[in-house]
Structures are given as C-alpha cells and as structure tokens.
C-alpha cells in the first residue's frame, strides 16, 4: 500500500468528490461511495494491496472512535 | 452562482471596520492641496487615471513613474490602511518582493518585515502537516525570500514615499470619484474634493477602488460571487510569549472549541492571531475587547500580558469579474476579484496585475507597442483571477465544510493524515500564493517544451566583471523594453541579426556564457551555476525573451524568425492567439 501522495492533483480530486455529493440525500450519497469504492478498487487491482487498504481503513487514528463527529 | 443568497445577511466584509478595536496604529496623513482644475485650469486629458490608491493603485503608479510615464493617482481617504483600521494583507511573496525590487522598496520592506519559511499543521495537538519553503523547489535560488510579513500600510506608506521620489505620476488626496462616463477615446471622471468638484479626462482608467469598487456597480460588470456563513475575528497583538517565527495553522485548536486558528509574525513584533467563529457569529460580540482576551487567554494562558494593537471582525466571499477590460476602464486588485485571506492570493494578485499593466501601458504610450497588447493584460490577469479564486474556494471550503459528507470526508481525511502521509496532501489550510503562470495569452508564444508564459526568478548571475548581479538588474538597464538572453555562443550572422533586431525593435540582449567561454557579444553575462538557464527553463543553445515585468513571452533555440514573431507578439503586434 502506498503511504506516501500519489494524487497527480489531490486539491482538485478533492474538490471533484465533494462537488459530486452536492445534491445527494444521505442513503444517495452512500450508495454513490459504495460504488466509487468498487470502481477505485477495480483500478488498484492487486489483491494484496486492497486487503491492505481495507485494514488500515478500519485502524482509526488514536482518540477517534469510529462513528463519532468532529463537533 | 451568480448573484447573492436570500437567506446572507450583510456583515462586516473583508475590508469591513466597523467593529474594530485596538490602539492601532500611527499612520501618515498626506495633505489635500486643491489641484488647478479647481483654479481655473482647463480640463485636463490625461494618458493615465489611477482610482484608489491601495496596495494595487499604488503599485501601478511606482511601476509608471519608474518608466516614466505621467500619471495622476486619486484616493477618497488621506492616509494608507482603510479608514485607519490598517490592517489586512500582512504576507507577501516572493514574486511580489522581486516587483517591490524594481520598485526601489524591497530594502525598507527587508528591514522592517519578518521572513520566514516554515509553516505548521495541527489537529487538534496533534502536528499533521509542516513544510520548509527554504527546501522546496527553487525558492532559494532569488535574490528575495520565500515570504516576508509585513503590515500592507507600510509597504503602501513606502510606494507613496517612492512615487514621490521619483517624480511625474501626481498624488491626490481626498479626490473621490463621484461619476463617470466613457466614449470610444476617453472617459470623463467627476471628482469631489474638500474644495469643490471638477471633471478630468483620461485616455486609460485603472480601477483600482478594492472590493466595493463604485466603476464596477456604474459599468455594471458581470461577475460570478460565492459567500458562505463562515466567521473570523483578527486579534493583533504584542505580549510577552516568543512564539517560534513560523506560520502555524490549526484545523481544531482545542483552545478554540475545535475551529481554525491561524498564528504569524510580523513587523513590530505584532503577532496576527487569527480565529474561526461559530458560523453567522455575531461581529460585534466577538470583537468585543473582554471576548478577545478570553480568546487570547484559552491560547497562551491566563499569566501572559497582552497589548491589542487592533481587532477586526471579519467575513469573506469570493468574486470574479468576467472580463478585466471595460472600454477605457481597467480592473484590477480587488475590484477585479475578491477571496479568503487563505493563501495571501489577495494583495499579492493585486501587485500582480498592477506590474502586469504597467509595462505594457508604458510600451504602448511610448508607441513601442499596438494598443492591442492592452488586451493580453485581461488573458493573463483574468486567468490568474479565476486560479486564485479557485485555489481559495477549495480551502474554505475544507475550514467551513458543510454539515454531512464534507464534514465526513474532512474527518476521514484529518484522521488519515495522522497515520500516512499521502493524505497530509488533502489537509487544506491554505495553499500558498505563486507567480501565476498564463497558459492562453494572446502575448505570449507557445511552443512544445517551451516555459513560456511562467515568471522568471530573480535569480543571481555574475557580471562581465565577475561582480554579482540578478535578473532585476537587467530589468532595469532594460528600462521598460523587452530582454533578449542568448544562451552559448553565437554564429557571426546569428550576432548580426540580434544587432539589427536591436536597432529595429524595443529589445535588448545579452549574450549568457559559462565560466570559461570567449565572449560575443559586448552585453555579456556569465552563469557559472546555470541558475539564468534554469530560471528560464532551457538547455544548451537557446534564447529567452523576457518582459519587464519578469515574465517569459517565448523561448527558442537559433536567433530565426521564430524569434522575430515572438518579439512581434510580445508587442501586441500580432493580435491571434497562438
């Protein structure tokens, strides 16, 4: 798994992203991650990276617990 | 979007000072002398009318009279700063302090402002970003710094100083522009002042009246504008705490109810401490004075003594006007866009656009160069607008995320950020200023692999002599005419054809040489380190031509036509784009 930036433009990706969720309910915009999650992962395609990425997503930062806002 | 949302209610803007506090400054005041229309003196036409004379007016107005063009600056107030609540623009760029170079300034600015490089990231206590602009790139190959801050009255109180000194562009103060008309020649200004009102004329009008500007609502120029609920209030202030000189930037202070905080030194060991509100917060609650010392307390503790130099509650919105160009009417600074403190992509554009109109109006009143080139100011400077408000958006957009996904995506993103560091790149807590590149300008020719378009450095070379000298120096021996930089040596009819172009055109050249190489060219230079060549992005034989205002119009490789053309276009002579 990559840990360092491999974005080409990550404040432009960024920007993409969150332009897309504008206008989507709730259950709208998680149906559009769950599919942007799978068209990401068809991209990265070795099986080994993927499992990586799937745990180091479940592995939160210290002091954050999952579910839990900022605010 | 175009237009306001129903639902805003108007609060103290950017420039706003209605809530302002503090004991603040002592800053010049320049007298109204009643100017001889208003003796009896006819109507004056004159070549170049500046409106404003901030940052931005006043830069163009050095930038003129430095090439010695007659100009008349007009300014509603009598002092630099806006209404004395002289705060604002406090971080300045290297680009800019290269400008502020040619202009004469950039000792004073050197020996009154603070440099630094390094800037940091916190989450919460946690550091998730820092960078050190001296290791970056090519910073450290200028003459200038990465960035100095400085309070912008002083550097405006410099320009005036210096426009003074050098004579021929003429300072009104409290001359307000109260009406305007235009035909297809000149435009017609009305003008009131303590003493009464008179008419000027003026063959160009550079609108350079800042964000409230009254020839944009009059010409009723189309632009795009954004405006969210987010709330900042600016505490400057002396204590007895030495915060490291660095820029430090928090996404969730916990001292600040997990909002932004923006920390940075400048002159006179004023600390700007700038805090994000709760959205739609009250300007005039949270500036008052014992809020302000809670706030400042919570940050350094209880114990530390404060002076508050000044206070300023402020909120921000974006706009972009769709054209900088309006008949005889020019837009720049402010009244050409609006955006976020975050960056300094503000003040730092305004100068900018000013350095970029000044050469070029000085080229075409000295009928060096076709009106025509006066449009290039709008393709490049309308380019660098929408990039700077576009850059800008984006991290306000990351400080104030609306409720829902981008709230989520900015918590994922922070958490992300404390474990890899690819997602330190999404951390958005300003992306700094830069010499905006211009990638379609009718001015500039483009080639494949060519910088053309990009600003180049002021980067040190040795004189014939061995003595040390930058680019700014043959900008100035330039005077306002285009710069030739011929790289190795030359066939005698290459020399010949650069020795006629000299003569036919307004352009200089000098021939660059490494260490040990025989000189050509009288005008010669040498560039032991290749920094010349790297600053122009070429290799091997090849020339570079260089506008006055350190921008590349077009490099190429043998002294041909294609060098002919590129001289033509930068002279607005061949008005299709490439």
Redesign the interface.
């Known amino acids: 798994m990559?840990?360092?930036?491999?974005?080409q433009d990550?404040?432009a990706f960024?920007?993409q992203?969150?332009d897309a969720?504008e206008g989507?309910n709730?259950e709208q915009?998680e149906l559009f991650n769950a599919r942007l999650i799978l068209l990401l992962a068809n991209q990265v395609g070795d099986a080994r990276v993927l499992k990586e990425c799937i745990d180091?997503a479940r592995?939160?930062?210290q002091?954050?617990g999952m579910g839990v806002?900022?605010? | 979007m175009n237009g306001t949302a129903s639902t805003y209610t108007a609060t103290a803007h950017t420039n706003g000072y209605e809530f302002t506090g503090g004991s603040g400054y002592d800053l010049p005041e320049y007298p109204f002398l009643p100017p001889p229309e208003l003796q009896g003196g006819p109507t004056a036409r004159h070549p170049v009318v500046i409106v404003g004379a901030g940052i931005t007016g006043l830069t163009l107005a050095c930038s003129l009279a430095r090439l010695g063009v007659r100009a008349l600056l007009i300014d509603e107030d009598n002092t630099v700063g806006v209404k004395g609540a002289s705060s604002r623009g406090i971080c300045y760029t290297q680009k800019s302090l290269e400008i502020f170079e040619r202009l004469g300034i950039y000792p004073r600015i050197e020996a009154k402002g603070v440099q630094w490089s390094v800037g940091r990231t916190f989450a919460?206590t946690d550091e998730v970003y820092s960078f050190d602009l001296r290791q970056q790139g090519s910073f450290h190959l200028s003459r200038q710094p990465p960035f100095i801050n400085i309070q912008q009255f002083y550097i405006e109180g410099f320009l005036v100083e210096r426009i003074r000194e050098l004579g021929g562009v003429e300072l009104r103060w409290q001359n307000r522009l109260v009406a305007f008309e235009q035909n297809p020649e000149f435009a017609t200004l009305s003008v009131e002042t303590p003493a009464g009102r008179y008419q000027i004329e003026a063959e160009h009008v550079i609108d350079a009246t800042g964000s409230h500007s009254p020839l944009r609502q009059w010409l009723q120029v189309p632009f795009d504008s954004r405006r969210g609920d987010d709330r900042w209030c600016i505490a400057d202030v002396r204590f007895s705490k030495h915060p490291p000189v660095e820029r430090h930037t928090w996404i969730?202070a916990p001292f600040n109810e997990?909002r932004a905080v923006w920390q940075h030194l400048m002159a006179d060991e004023v600390w700007r401490l700038d805090y994000q509100m709760a959205p739609n917060a009250d300007p005039e609650e949270v500036s008052r004075e014992d809020v302000v010392r809670e706030r400042l307390a919570r940050q350094f503790g209880s114990d530390v003594e404060v002076e508050i130099v000044w206070v300023g509650p402020y909120a921000y919105r974006s706009e972009c006007v769709h054209a900088l160009r309006h008949g005889r009417v020019f837009l720049m600074g402010d009244s050409a866009k609006v955006v976020s403190p975050f960056g300094a992509r503000g003040g730092n554009t305004g100068v900018a656009d000013a350095d970029n109109l000044a050469w070029k109006l000085a080229a075409v009143l000295k009928g060096k160069a076709d009106p025509l080139l006066l449009d290039s100011y709008n393709d490049e400077r309308l380019e660098a607008a929408q990039q700077n408000v576009c850059?800008t958006n984006?991290t306000a957009?990351?400080l104030r995320p609306a409720d829902?996904?981008?709230?989520l995506?900015?918590?994922a993103?922070?958490?992300l950020a404390?474990?890899?560091?690819?997602a330190?790149?999404?951390i958005?807590t300003g992306?700094m200023a830069v010499a905006n590149p211009y990638s379609h300008s009718s001015a500039c020719t483009y080639a494949p692999g060519s910088a053309a378009g990009q600003s180049v450095q002021n980067v040190r070379f040795a004189w014939a002599d061995g003595t040390r000298g930058c680019i700014n120096d043959l900008l100035d021996w330039t005077a306002g005419d285009l710069l030739v930089l011929v790289f190795g040596d030359l066939s005698p009819a290459a020399l010949q054809r650069l020795r006629r172009l000299c003569l036919d055109a307004p352009v200089r050249s000098v021939q660059v040489l490494g260490p040990e190489a025989v000189a050509q060219a009288q005008e010669h230079v040498r560039d032991p380190q290749g920094h010349l060549q790297g600053a122009c992005h070429v290799f091997g034989h090849a020339w570079a031509l260089v506008r006055p205002d350190g921008y590349l119009a077009a490099t190429g490789e043998s002294v041909n036509g294609h060098l002919v053309s590129a001289i033509e276009r930068s002279l607005g002579l061949r008005g299709e784009a490439t």
């Open positions: 990559k840990q360092n930036a491999h974005f990550a404040d960024y920007e992203l969150l969720h989507l709730r915009a180091a592995q939160l930062p002091g954050a806002g900022v605010e | 919460g969730e997990g850059v984006r957009r990351f829902g996904t981008e709230r995506f900015r918590q993103a922070i958490g404390k474990q890899y560091p690819f330190r790149s999404l958005n992306r």
